[in-house]
């Protein structure tokens, strides 16, 4: 009888020494961290949940336009001189290749809260691996054109910064109903130069 009891508490130990443990980590850490590590365990699952439900099925690319960012004039004015007016201007310029979708609420009404994100995740996953484009990387661009006027002419030009759009949508399936969501994506940086003749 009493080599069972000693077994039973030899068999306690175990669960004693836990409990003993978990007292000292609540004490050091506090109330706080351990609920912070439950919520990002339950936004973890939560997550992992969205993802199993959401499949990508295709995608169509629909158009390729150039967006202009931004225009930079430069006038000059040679109305009044003899000889040719020249002048070089340096111009720099910095932009990013973006993402964002647009939700369409006809399509995509269904999708239950916190899958919005995870699916938006997803989708710009899926564009970056199949158009190669890195979202969020910034292009800076610098160039030194020279500028010429001829005597009696006054010419306004004009830099402009150009950026390509392209438009697309993507085939999805969620919770096993299929929806489209739309894309646009920007990248690259160019610049062209026009000229407007003012007399």
Known sequence: MAREGCR???QLIPYGIAAWVGGLLGRKYGPEVVDKGLANLRQELRTRTATNAIE?????????????????????????GNKVLVSE????KTASAGFGVVRDLGTTAH????????????AQEEI?????IEFGTQITRRVKIVFSTDPGHRVRYRVIWKQNSRKGHLRVRVD????????VVTFGLQHGVESIAEG
């Open 111 to 122: 999708l239950k809260s916190g899958f919005w994100s995870t699916m938006e995740a997803m």
């Open 128 to 132: 970056k691996k199949s158009q190669r």
């Open 89 to 92: 201007h340096e111009f720099v």
């Open 8 to 10: 039973v508490m030899l």
């Open 176 to 183: 096993g109903k299929a929806c489209i969501v739309p894309y």
């Open 56 to 80: 990508i099925l295709g995608e169509t690319i629909l158009e390729e336009l150039p967006v202009i960012l931004t225009v930079e004039e430069v006038p000059l004015d040679n109305r009044h």
